[in-house]
């Protein structure tokens, strides 16, 4: 079974801190994805990775960055955490061959800005 | 920017009985998905329906979709307090798949 493991299911953080979110799968998927999910707005794109060392960015990257320097890892940056960054973060991947749009979850991050 | 929008956004039924939501979509799709997800928890994908299939099923899941109305729906057969959770259509385009708020569906003992 595909598994997407994301580093922390919980978070604290003040607003300011740089924020981390860590995100790897081991189907070696090219393709990889984070989103975030509010209530009423559901999952909102904020970037995605095709390859290593690629990024394009999804719906709403502002305030967001991303790294992928490995394959299996890709990563969430918030540089200075602001309070409406407050939210559930799910990364995923998927496979390369045709996108069939099928993605593989991690269990979430749920971060909180103080 | 949202692609699917489901319809209605909260249910509850009795356990034993039939639930069934829709999705709306804007544009032409290749394929429409069904994913759900557990309080909490990440999603989990249910079904894929291609654009010239009209009807699948899965255990007690059975998707339709219309493509001349833009809609697809979602039945759960005999549902059970398991299949309390919150249920998303999404479709890809290119490399990204966007997804609608989701219906949160309560299974009642």
């Known amino acids: 079974d595909v598994k997407v493991t994301q580093s922390s299911r919980y978070l604290v953080k003040r607003t300011g801190e740089k924020v981390f979110l860590e995100c790897v799968q081991d189907?070696?998927?090219?393709?990889m994805f984070w989103y975030r999910q509010d209530p009423g707005l559901g999952l909102r794109l904020i970037y995605f990775?095709?390859?290593?060392?690629?990024?394009e960015k999804g719906d709403i990257p502002e305030g967001y960055s991303v790294s992928r320097e490995k394959k299996e890892r890709f990563s969430l940056i918030l540089e200075s955490a602001s309070t409406n960054q407050t939210s559930m973060y799910l990364c995923a991947s998927s496979p390369p061959h045709k996108f069939t749009g099928e993605l593989f979850f991690g269990e979430g991050s749920r971060l909180t800005v103080l | 920017s949202q692609q699917g929008e489901e319809d209605p956004q909260a249910l509850s039924i009795q356990e034993g009985e039939n639930a069934t939501m829709n999705c709306s979509y804007k544009t032409s799709i290749n394929n429409l998905q069904w994913y759900r997800q557990n309080s909490g928890r990440g999603l989990v994908h249910l079904i894929l329906?291609?654009?010239?299939?009209r009807e699948k099923h899965s255990g007690s899941l059975r998707v339709t979709l219309d493509t001349s109305k833009k809609s697809s729906s979602l039945l759960i057969t005999a549902s059970r307090a398991a299949d309390t959770a919150s249920y998303f259509c999404?479709?890809?385009?290119?490399?990204?798949?966007?997804f609608g708020a989701g219906t949160t569906v309560t299974v009642r003992a």
């Open positions: 990775s095709y390859d290593v060392k690629m990024k």
């Open positions: 329906i291609r654009s010239n299939e």
């Open positions: 189907m070696d998927h090219e393709n």
């Open positions: 999404a479709s890809p385009n290119d490399y990204k798949l966007s």
